[in-house]
């Protein structure tokens, strides 16, 4: 009887921490059984005056790494103050396409180079719709057992301002 609910277990947590996702071998992800909830619909960029599909949109990242200078502090001691002692800078990029596909690279420590510009098998992949100037990304990403990420904004001009739909979970 025991061997029976040992193997149960067994297959059951199998299923439960298979991850829904492949890296290709260049290190792009890809979900296993894609499930875009923007790619329910067709889509054709029409009007290329917002979203150029022959340009990239390169977003630069700085991390600042902050200390407490003041942590000994025996002249203010209820003072705190943290200093930035080193910044790091990296890239990644959007690429969006007529049919309604985007890429988005893998995070760089330097400016992509060209080739690194066109070779889609290096990050991420989503979708994207359009209306008027107000612009949604649903990208698929491997956190945990992967994810589908949203993200809202606005194109003004030749900058996409996106911002992250925040999703809490807690355990119970």
Known sequence: MNMKYLILIILFSGCLFQKSFFYLPEGG??????????????FSLKDTTLIDTNAIYL?????????????YNTVFPNENRLKPIKQDTSYHFYRFFRNGRVYVSRVLDHFPSVEEMNNYNLGLVGYYRLEGNQIITEIFTPSGNGKYLMKYGTVKNDTIFLVKKITMFFLV
């Open 29 to 42: 992800v890809r979900p296993k059984n894609p499930d875009f909830k923007l790619a329910k619909e067709p």
């Open 59 to 71: 977003e630069r990242l700085t991390d600042t790494y902050l200390v407490n200078f003041d942590q």
